[in-house]
């Protein structure tokens, strides 16, 4: 049963555009919400994160937005750059006292074309 | 602060053998998770240390295991390796309730 889910795996934006990745989640105990950005043969990197109680977060060119009754999350890049090209993964993660397992989509690669 | 850092980055093993992995977590933070990534499978939660206990352990067979020191290092142990345990291993370290930063990872091939 997948818990978190990335419907498109590939997603490709001209230069300059908006890049919006999205995410869909099945588990109402998730109450935090993580995108990674990762290149091949390295480690995730953090981008951006939500909490349950918020439904909107921004930070530079990201925004997360969180819409609880649908359970869907999405990224907004604005404006996309080539250096943004990369497969971005979503992370679920329930609340602290169960500690700090998080549930990952299956990824979306992003291509920002010039 | 430093990151976190995984060694070796690079490993080749035949089936049968056994495989330790390291990870030394950002100095501070006290939890560190394991997680696998596969083409087929994607990115896998494995377990998770806190104060050199086992917190949550995801849906592996017993012969990955791990451990954790009381300086936060952590290790991960596959016994008798098969040709599905190639993966790329990434290790991650957070303070509770925040963000997890990831290593670079361990790139398992299993010949």
């Known amino acids: 049963d997948q818990q978190v889910k990335q419907n498109s795996p590939s997603l490709s934006v001209q230069e300059g555009r908006i890049s919006i990745l999205n995410c869909d989640y099945t588990n109402s105990m998730f109450d935090y919400f993580l995108w990674y950005k990762k290149y091949p043969a390295e480690g995730p990197t953090f981008l951006i994160s939500i909490s349950s109680i918020k439904d909107k977060n921004e930070d530079g060119r990201f925004t997360v937005f969180l819409n609880k009754s649908a359970k869907h999350l999405s990224l907004h890049i604005v404006p996309s750059q080539p250096g943004d090209s990369a497969v971005y993964f979503c992370?679920?993660?329930?609340?602290?006292?169960?500690?700090?397992?998080?549930?990952f989509g299956g990824g979306t690669r992003l291509m920002v074309k010039p | 602060k430093a990151g976190v850092t995984q060694t070796p980055r690079y490993l080749i093993k035949t089936r049968g053998q056994q495989v330790t992995l390291s990870c030394s977590p950002i100095?501070?933070?006290?939890?560190v998770s394991w997680y696998q990534q596969t083409p087929g499978q994607g990115l896998q939660f494995l377990f998770e240390?806190?104060?050199?206990?086992?917190?949550n352990k995801g849906n592996f067979p017993g012969r990955f295991s791990g451990r954790q020191f009381s300086n936060s290092r952590s290790e991960m142990n596959v016994s008798t390796l098969e040709l599905g345990d190639s993966a790329l291993y990434l290790c991650?370290?957070?303070?509770?309730?925040?963000?997890?930063?990831f290593g670079p990872g361990t790139r398992l091939t299993v010949l």
């Open positions: 992370a679920a993660k329930r609340p602290n006292n169960a500690g700090n397992m998080l549930t």
């Open positions: 991650a370290s957070s303070q509770i309730g925040y963000e997890q930063f």
């Open positions: 240390y806190f104060s050199e206990t086992q917190r």
């Open positions: 100095s501070g933070h006290r939890s």
